[in-house]
């Protein structure tokens, strides 16, 4: 009796785990009918079947968890097991935790049909304001045209602003150069003998130059002579 009592607990448990396990995956499916993007006014097919499923479910697993509290009640060896005590009671909290779950994502449901029906609602009585007051609705044409010019002024003014900093940017580095240059040059003329050797080497380049244009020039009045 002992035996058969133990093999039926353990069945009774792999099903009611099996059963929580399609629990989880259907609360997922659930979950999606809200995130869509356009949610239908009423529930869809496939919603109400996910629905009806869980449903069933959860119905399943209670009576599941009733055969397993008669089973542990009938036998003295079995209450007396302190941890069949504790996956019974797990069991209770996961159903318990189910239901409430259910019961969140059945509103969190209503909820986004309710906003999307009222933003829907919202829609048309403006389009049959404006059907209504051709007016209006060129006034408003108007003012959205208003606001797109404003915004292009923005971002032109904006870039304005932009090139203005970088060009005083640029002239703050020239005046920075130019102060840089001023010292080198002073400090150049403080230094006994450091101008003249700058003079020699600014002299030694022009007479390279010369140098290098007359055999430039020598060479091409050749290459004329011989053509």
């Not at 009592?5 to 979950?31: I, K, N, P, V």
Request: net charge neutral; glycine share 4%.
């Amino acid at each position: 009796m002992a035996s058969s009592t133990g093999t039926g607990w353990a069945q009774l448990r792999q099903q009611a785990r099996s059963l929580e396990t399609q629990t989880e995956t259907l609360f997922h499916t659930y979950s999606q009918f809200a995130a869509v993007p356009n949610i239908p006014a009423k529930p869809t097919e496939d919603e109400r079947q996910t629905e009806s499923k869980l449903q069933d479910i959860l119905e399943k697993r209670e009576t599941l968890v009733s055969q397993l509290t008669r089973l542990l009640d009938s036998e003295a060896t079995l209450t007396a097991s302190a941890l069949k005590q504790n996956n019974l009671s797990r069991h209770r909290e996961i159903l318990q935790e189910h239901r409430r779950e259910l019961s969140r994502l059945r509103s969190q449901l209503q909820d986004a049909r309710n906003r999307a029906n009222l933003l829907s609602n919202v829609r048309s009585d403006i389009d049959a304001y404006h059907s209504s007051n051709p007016e209006a609705a060129e006034a408003d044409y108007m003012l959205d045209e208003r606001a797109r010019i404003d915004n292009s002024h923005n971002i032109a003014d904006s870039v304005l602003s932009q090139a203005y900093a970088v060009n005083e940017s640029f002239g703050l580095q020239r005046e920075s150069l130019a102060n840089i240059s001023r010292r080198i040059t002073g400090a150049a003329s403080q230094v006994p003998g450091l101008n003249s050797v700058i003079g020699r080497i600014s002299a030694k380049k022009r007479r390279d130059g010369i140098i290098m244009g007359s055999f430039i020039a020598f060479c091409f009045l050749m290459f004329l002579y011989f053509m």
